[in-house]
């Protein structure tokens, strides 16, 4: 074999090959372009395959990319700083060292939907030997190569689910959101009993981009430990209802805090109000059919400040403080128009 010649491009397996989607270039999904856009799609296309990520040297990446080192790093950093990859390690091979990445689960899910559920491949992009025929009509197919001959198969980023690989197209109702489900979660193994778990769900109105903020939330929860790549549950794991750290019980914590926000916030502009007047107002407009009867009642009453008034202003303290105070506020801006 004749000797590669001092300063020739880095040899990339033939089996070696990346695709650009729909969702990384669109102006309504990630918005790359140019080398961001070259080098996401390597990290997004070996995080989809058999090794679960990217660990290309920096030569074999600016290679791959069409430009220089340095330029290559830059890029590399700056989507690690936009939250669109993750170093999620180091690999060492043949006295080499090189990071770990892998494509952020959560963007791409709202990148995808913001898009409308399109993924296809915008164009297949083998290159360096690569083939046509390796590319893959979808991110989630395995057979993508890896960048390197030796893959650390680490649980937790593999894409394989029981009885064959993850479907292809998108379909319609439960399958269709299922499907855009599998492509943002990191880890299936069984995908029949997933699917079975995602049904109350996506009756409930749960989609892919829910279940990729739940799952933001907990890697919140679970950092990845220095050196290793992060460990996820598996799909069906995480949507178990029962499951203390699964979808219910984030998307709970999430909806808890959400609200004390709300509550915090609204309490703030209306400080100056006082209560018994936000609250009337909340009764004489009709918004709360119980708090509209309760202060009728009060009003009935000869005692200005008896049983009733208290039993009125009781209910809506203990029910209705925030949405009285929302709603005081509408009334306050119409006021001003």
Same mark, same amino acid.
């Given at each position: ?24 270039? !669109? ?19 070996? !995080? ?290």
């Amino acid at each position: 074999m004749p000797e590669r010649e001092s300063g020739a491009a880095p040899r990339v397996p033939p089996e070696s090959f990346y695709c650009i989607f729909e969702f990384m270039s !669109s102006r309504d999904g990630l918005a790359l372009k140019g080398v961001e856009l070259a080098v996401y799609a390597l990290v997004y296309s070996y !995080s989809q395959g058999k090794g679960g990520c990217y660990y290309g040297s920096n030569a074999m990446t600016a290679h791959r990319a069409g430009c220089s080192e340095r330029h290559a790093i830059d890029v590399v950093h700056a989507l690690e700083r936009r939250g669109l990859i993750d170093c999620v390690g180091e690999r060492r091979w043949r006295g080499r060292t090189t990071n770990m990445y892998v494509a952020v689960p959560g963007p791409v899910a709202e990148a995808i939907a913001r898009c409308g559920g399109a993924a296809t491949p915008e164009a297949a992009s083998p290159r360096a030997g690569g083939s046509p025929e390796a590319a893959s009509p979808s991110p989630l197919k395995r057979s993508q190569g890896c960048p390197e001959r030796a893959s650390p198969n680490r649980k937790g980023l593999d894409t394989h689910t029981k009885g064959g690989d993850a479907p292809t197209g998108r379909g319609e109702g439960i399958e269709g959101a299922f499907h855009e489900v599998l492509r943002c979660y990191p880890y299936t193994r069984d995908r029949a009993e997933a699917l079975a778990l995602y049904r109350p769900l996506y009756e409930e109105g749960v989609r892919a981009p829910d279940i990729a903020r739940s799952l933001r939330d907990w890697e919140g929860l679970h950092p990845a430990r220095e050196g290793k790549g992060r460990f996820y549950p598996e799909l069906a794991s995480f949507l178990d209802p029962n499951n203390p750290e699964g979808y219910r019980a984030l998307a709970a914590r999430a909806r808890a805090a959400a609200a004390r926000e709300r509550a915090k916030r609204v309490k703030e502009l209306t400080r100056d109000a006082r209560p018994e007047d936000v609250y009337a107002r909340y009764a004489l407009d009709g918004l709360d059919a119980r708090a509209s009867e309760l202060y009728q009642d009060h009003l009935r009453s000869e005692d200005r400040r008896g049983e009733l008034w208290d039993r009125w202003f009781a209910y809506m303290f203990l029910k209705r403080d925030v949405d009285a105070r929302e709603h005081w506020l509408e009334v306050q801006d119409a006021g001003k128009r």
